[in-house]
Structure formats: C-alpha cells, structure tokens
C-alpha cells in the first residue's frame, strides 16, 4: 500500500535550518507529483512547495528564497530544506503525493489534487 513516511522535523532557534526527508513506497513515485504542505494550530494548511515528475519546482511565497525541495527518485524520497527559519514557519509539515496533474493546477497550494499524505513531522521554530 502507499506509504509516506515524513523524517527531520525538530526544535531550532530563529535563522536555523532543517531538512525533511519523506520516505515514499507503494506507488510509481516518479510519475507523480509530490508536495510538502504544513499547517499551524488554528490556521488552514497550505502548500510549501512542490516538485513535478519532471523536475519543476514550485514555492509558496512565503518560502520562496529559504527553502528548497528536492528527490532522489532512485530512492523515492523528497526532501526540503529549509534555512533562516522563522517562529512563523511552526507547524506540522506533511508529505503528499499527487497525480502528474496536480503540479500544474494553479491552487496546488489547496492541496486538493494531493490523494496521499504522510502522518507529519512537528517544525518548532524559537525567536
């Protein structure tokens, strides 16, 4: 069955980095579009970023510029790095996977298109 197994999350002070690992099995990872969204106690999730099967990339704007995601599709794990956190980036960060598709839908960021999703991995960002 589809697995996503989310990795790395932790505590760090402001201006730290962290990186997410997602570990993805079940399914042909690399034909799918695969994402990382985060949501904060009381706030809606929203999209991170996402990755297309062919490689394109995608950010929220509010990470644009701090964090990276990247794959390793010979060991189908995505991967975000994230630099000079912030308290805002709080949350808990998941891992989904989606059709081809859903990297190319202008409201990725919804997540709706996302039919898999990890358990999460807690981001605690200090000031």
């Known amino acids: 069955q589809v697995q996503l197994v989310e990795s790395g999350g932790g505590s760090v002070q402001a201006g730290g980095s962290l990186r997410l690992s997602c570990a993805a099995s079940?399914?042909?990872?690399?034909?799918?579009?695969m994402g990382w969204f985060r949501q904060a106690p009381g706030k809606e999730r929203e999209g991170v970023a996402i990755?297309?099967?062919?490689?394109?990339?995608a950010y929220a704007d509010s990470v644009k510029g701090r964090f990276t995601i990247s794959e390793d599709n010979a060991k189908n794990t995505l991967y975000l790095q994230m630099n000079s956190l912030k308290p805002e980036d709080t949350a808990m960060y998941y891992c989904?996977?989606?059709?081809?598709?859903?990297?190319?839908?202008?409201?990725?960021?919804?997540?709706?298109?996302?039919?898999?999703w990890g358990q999460g991995t807690q981001v605690t960002v200090s000031s």
């Open positions: 079940g399914f042909p990872y690399s034909s799918y579009c």
């Open positions: 990755i297309s099967s062919s490689g394109g990339k």
């Open positions: 989904a996977a989606g059709a081809w598709s859903a990297c190319y839908s202008g409201s990725w960021v919804l997540g709706s298109s996302f039919g898999y």
